[in-house]
């Protein structure tokens, strides 16, 4: 009689503890679903993450080379001092108190200062590149950009950035523009002779004519 009763029992605590099994079963499977999808966004939000800073950079580059590009074109590099200036001795007053942006000027000065010359150099065309006459004012041009340029970033001109720009300058347009020296040919040695002879000769005629005339 007694086990009658407790059969029934039995079962219903089997139907409970299976159905606690199988929600904590699905509720472990929806967990570790939800951690997959919590990682893959993770992972993916930094690639996402990293395209924003790109732009943003490549955006803030564009204007600041704008900014700089429009500062040095305007009236705003009137302070400039160069070599011929009196005060270029006393650029160490114009500029105290400013850091010397050395990565600026190492950036900017091929995109701004040598991008002009570079086109400048290409209408001049390769066969013309070392007269002096067609790559004067491009050159000198540069050289007023470069100087403008160091000011602006708050460095000395020259410096050991704008020399190592210059240099870079004559290695791709001007080294094969070296000056040789000119090679002298000797005269022909009967042309030689003959010069020689003329005077010689004529030293004896000259002599006969002062003593012919001293006679009469």
């Given amino acids: 009689m007694i086990l009658n009763l407790l059969v029934p ?3 219903v605590l089997l139907v409970l503890l299976a159905g606690v099994e199988s929600q904590t079963a ?3 499977e929806e967990e570790c679903s939800q951690v997959k999808r919590n990682q893959t966004s993770s992972q993916s939000a930094p690639k996402n993450s990293t395209m924003t800073p790109g732009n943003m950079t490549s955006s803030w580059y564009e204007n600041k080379t704008s900014v700089i590009e429009g500062e040095l074109h305007g009236n705003q590099t009137s302070a400039l001092v160069t070599e011929e200036d009196e005060s270029f001795q006393e650029q160490e007053n114009a500029i105290t108190g400013r850091d010397c942006q050395e990565k600026d000027l190492e950036e900017f000065s091929p995109s701004i ?21 067609n790559i004067i004012r491009p050159y000198n ?3 007023l950009c470069l100087e403008a340029l160091s000011h602006h970033v708050g460095c000395y001109s020259p410096n050991p950035i704008t020399h190592a720009f210059f240099l870079s300058i004559h290695s791709l347009y001007f080294h094969n523009c070296s000056e040789e020296d000119p090679q002298f040919v000797d005269a022909p040695h009967g042309l030689v ?12 005629v000259l002599v006969y004519l002062v003593v012919w005339k001293s006679g009469v």
Wanted: with cysteine; charged share 20%.
């Fill in 9 to 11: 029992v039995l079962l």
């Fill in 113 to 133: 200062c040598g991008a002009d010359f570079h086109k400048e150099m290409a209408i001049v065309g390769p066969r013309k590149w070392c007269e002096m006459e």
């Fill in 141 to 143: 041009d540069m050289s």
């Fill in 26 to 28: 699905n509720m472990t």
């Fill in 193 to 204: 002779v003959a010069l020689t002879l003329v005077p010689v000769s004529l030293i004896p």
